[in-house]
Every structure is written in structure tokens, then in C-alpha cells.
């Protein structure tokens, strides 16, 4: 935790002492925050050029979208909060030497997309825009929220027979936890957190588990599930990615790897591999791309 949000948690609490409400709605200002933009990597820089990129309008923001390859199976590619679609460069290099068409886009207020007040919606609407113009898509992949929202999708106007999620949950209630224990936020305030949060996006407890929570409602029976993430990520642990496998049981694998954390694991080999095999293949390709005695010797590769 940096010495910002030690000091900013300091306050929360001193603030939810005399009321718990008011510290929620900061909190929840704070929850909200994407600055500052994270910049393109060198190393990316070369993908992120390469690509064609188109502009068009969601609710009320100018979008920036990419798109990259000619094959006639298209993959949507959809990032986090704070980061932005040149994150994939790695996969992206991947997908189109394998045949496919790959789009992404910046959501609002991340990247070269505009910014203002922006949420989940935003990603959704994002995506259902881009399914007009380059759908049905042969599959979604997506990073941290982005995993949730690709979720959120598959289960609601975007059905597709393969979902992959890195560093990702299979509903918001994780991410809200993980911002409460970064800023030491006391139950009151957290669950004034987790209230406003679903009022901001016009849900109560009931309609936000129908619409986000993918453990609990799981993905439709024919759609294939990859979940891939980092043993030791700190930012979101893999506590809840398990659960989301374990609800998809029988159609879903998981690919846990060690030392690359939340975001660099975007450019692990072994992720690279997974969703690539996955995306060609569907499952049983993923069993072949990595078989038990082959993986680093730290990671686990559950076959269920």
C-alpha cells in the first residue's frame, strides 16, 4: 500500500466515525478514480501502430477501437480498469499469426479514448457496438474487469461458445473487498460502498447478482470457459477466479502461473499459450498446449 493511500484510508476512517455514509460516498469517488493513464510499452508500440483504428460514440464519449488481422474468425479483446487495449500486443501478435481478426478498443477515459465518469456499462456498450460492425465474435477475451465484462456479455447480448478471463472474477463484489482492505475501510463503510456502487449502475443486491455475477449465474451450458491467472497476484487474489471455475464445472479450465502478477502475466508465455490454444481449439486444445509435465514446475494446471 503507498503512503497516498495509507494517508487517503487514514482519513476514510476518520471520516466514517462520525458517518459511515459520507465516507462510503468518497470511497466510492475514490473506487471510481483512472488516473493517471498508463502509457504503451516500447514493446507494444509496434502492434499498437500496426493496427486499424475507427472511432464511434457510446453513451456520450468518443470510443477509439482497434482492429488487427484478416481472418474470417473475429476475437474481441477487452482490457481492465486503468489499462488499455495495447496490453494485448502480445496475444494480439498471436491471434493474427494463428488466422484470426482481432479487435479491442479503449474505454472511456483509458488510452486514446475521451474521458468524463465512466463504469462497467460503459465497457458493455462498448463492446455490443463493435459486435455490429465485426460480430458475432468466435470469442471474448478479457483482462481484470475486463474478464467480467466479457462474462457479463457471454451470459446477456453477446452468447459466444468461447470465454476467456485473466486476472479476472466472476462477479464486482471482489473488486469493492479489495478496495475496503486496501484502505482499511470498516464493514459500515464498505458495505455503504457496495450499495452505492450497485445504485451508480441502477441495480439493487437482486438485478446486480442477474446481470454481473457469473458464479451464481453461470455462463450459458454450450460456452467453453479458460480462466488463467497468477498465484501470487496482489491486486486481485485467486481466491474467487476458483470459485468461477469451479461453477463452470466440467466446461471450464484454469491455468494458474507464478511471478507474473496481475497485468504482466498478459504477456506470459504460458497465458499466450493457453488462450491461444483455447481460441483455436476450444478446451481440449488447452490440455494438449500444456500438458502437466511440460508447465513450470510452480504452476498448476487443473484439467477439470
Same mark, same amino acid.
Given at each position: 500500500?503507498?503512503?497516498? *493511500? !495509507?494517508?487517503?484510508?487514514?482519513?476514510?476512517?476518520?471520516?466514517?466515525?462520525?458517518?459511515?455514509?459520507?465516507? $462510503?460516498? &468518497?470511497?466510492?469517488?475514490?473506487?471510481?478514480?483512472?488516473?493517471?493513464?498508463?502509457?504503451?510499452?516500447?514493446?507494444?508500440?509496434?502492434?499498437?501502430?500496426?493496427?486499424?483504428?475507427?472511432?464511434?460514440?457510446?453513451?456520450?464519449?468518443?470510443?477509439?477501437?482497434?482492429?488487427?488481422?484478416?481472418?474470417?474468425?473475429?476475437?474481441?479483446? &477487452?482490457? +481492465?480498469?486503468? $489499462?488499455?487495449?495495447?496490453?494485448?500486443?502480445?496475444?494480439?501478435?498471436?491471434?493474427?499469426?494463428?488466422?484470426?481478426?482481432?479487435?479491442?478498443?479503449?474505454?472511456?477515459?483509458?488510452?486514446?479514448? *475521451?474521458?468524463?465518469?465512466?463504469?462497467?456499462?460503459?465497457?458493455?456498450?462498448?463492446?455490443? !457496438?463493435? @459486435? @455490429?460492425?465485426?460480430?458475432?465474435?468466435?470469442?471474448?477475451?478479457?483482462?481484470?474487469? $475486463? +474478464?467480467?465484462?466479457?462474462?457479463?456479455?457471454?451470459?446477456?447480448?453477446?452468447?459466444?461458445?468461447?470465454?476467456?478471463? &485473466?486476472?479476472?472474477? $466472476?462477479?464486482?463484489?471482489?473488486?469493492?473487498?479489495?478496495?475496503?482492505?486496501?484502505?482499511?475501510?470498516?464493514?459500515?463503510?464498505?458495505? @455503504?460502498?457496495?450499495? %452505492?456502487?450497485?445504485?451508480?449502475?441502477?441495480?439493487?443486491?437482486?438485478?446486480?447478482?442477474?446481470?454481473?455475477?457469473?458464479?451464481?449465474?453461470?455462463?450459458?451450458?454450450?460456452?467453453?470457459?479458460?480462466?488463467?491467472?497468477?498465484?501470487?497476484?496482489?491486486?486481485?487474489?485467486?481466491?474467487?477466479?476458483?470459485?468461477?471455475?469451479?461453477?463452470?464445472? +466440467? %466446461?471450464? %479450465?484454469?491455468? %494458474?502461473? *507464478?511471478?507474473? +502478477?496481475? !497485468?504482466?502475466?498478459?504477456?506470459?508465455?504460458?497465458?499466450?499459450?493457453?488462450?491461444?490454444?483455447?481460441?483455436?481449439?476450444?478446451?481440449?486444445?488447452?490440455?494438449?498446449?500444456?500438458?502437466?509435465?511440460?508447465?513450470?514446475?510452480?504452476?498448476?494446471?487443473?484439467?477439470?
Amino acid at each position: 500500500m503507498s503512503t497516498l *493511500s !495509507t494517508f487517503v484510508g487514514r482519513g476514510l476512517r476518520a471520516i466514517a466515525v462520525l458517518s459511515p455514509a459520507l465516507a $462510503g460516498l &468518497i470511497a466510492l469517488r475514490l473506487f471510481f478514480v483512472t488516473t493517471p493513464r498508463i502509457e504503451i510499452r516500447p514493446a507494444d508500440a509496434a502492434s499498437d501502430l500496426a493496427a486499424e483504428r475507427m472511432r464511434f460514440t457510446v453513451r456520450g464519449r468518443e470510443i477509439v477501437s482497434y482492429a488487427w488481422g484478416s481472418g474470417e474468425r473475429t476475437v474481441l479483446l &477487452i482490457h +481492465g480498469w486503468r $489499462g488499455r487495449a495495447s496490453q494485448f500486443a502480445p496475444l494480439v501478435r498471436e491471434l493474427v499469426a494463428e488466422g484470426f481478426r482481432v479487435v479491442s478498443f479503449d474505454a472511456p477515459a483509458h488510452g486514446r479514448s *475521451s474521458g468524463g465518469p465512466t463504469d462497467m456499462r460503459d465497457w458493455l456498450a462498448a463492446a455490443e !457496438t463493435l @459486435q @455490429q460492425s465485426h460480430g458475432p465474435f468466435h470469442a471474448v477475451v478479457g483482462h481484470s474487469m $475486463g +474478464g467480467l465484462a466479457a462474462l457479463t456479455l457471454a451470459r446477456s447480448s453477446m452468447p459466444t461458445g468461447l470465454v476467456a478471463v &485473466i486476472s479476472a472474477v $466472476g462477479h464486482p463484489d471482489p473488486y469493492i473487498a479489495e478496495f475496503a482492505k486496501d484502505f482499511g475501510l470498516n464493514p459500515r463503510t464498505a458495505a @455503504q460502498v457496495r450499495t %452505492r456502487f450497485q445504485a451508480r449502475l441502477h441495480e439493487d443486491e437482486a438485478s446486480a447478482a442477474r446481470r454481473y455475477d457469473a458464479v451464481t449465474h453461470p455462463l450459458p451450458s454450450e460456452t467453453e470457459l479458460l480462466v488463467v491467472h497468477d498465484r501470487y497476484d496482489r491486486r486481485m487474489p485467486d481466491t474467487d477466479a476458483q470459485r468461477l471455475h469451479a461453477a463452470h464445472d +466440467g %466446461r471450464s %479450465r484454469m491455468v %494458474r502461473t *507464478s511471478g507474473f +502478477g496481475h !497485468t504482466r502475466v498478459l504477456a506470459s508465455d504460458v497465458t499466450l499459450d493457453a488462450v491461444t490454444a483455447f481460441v483455436t481449439g476450444g478446451l481440449s486444445a488447452v490440455a494438449d498446449a500444456l500438458p502437466v509435465d511440460e508447465v513450470e514446475p510452480d504452476m498448476a494446471f487443473d484439467r477439470r
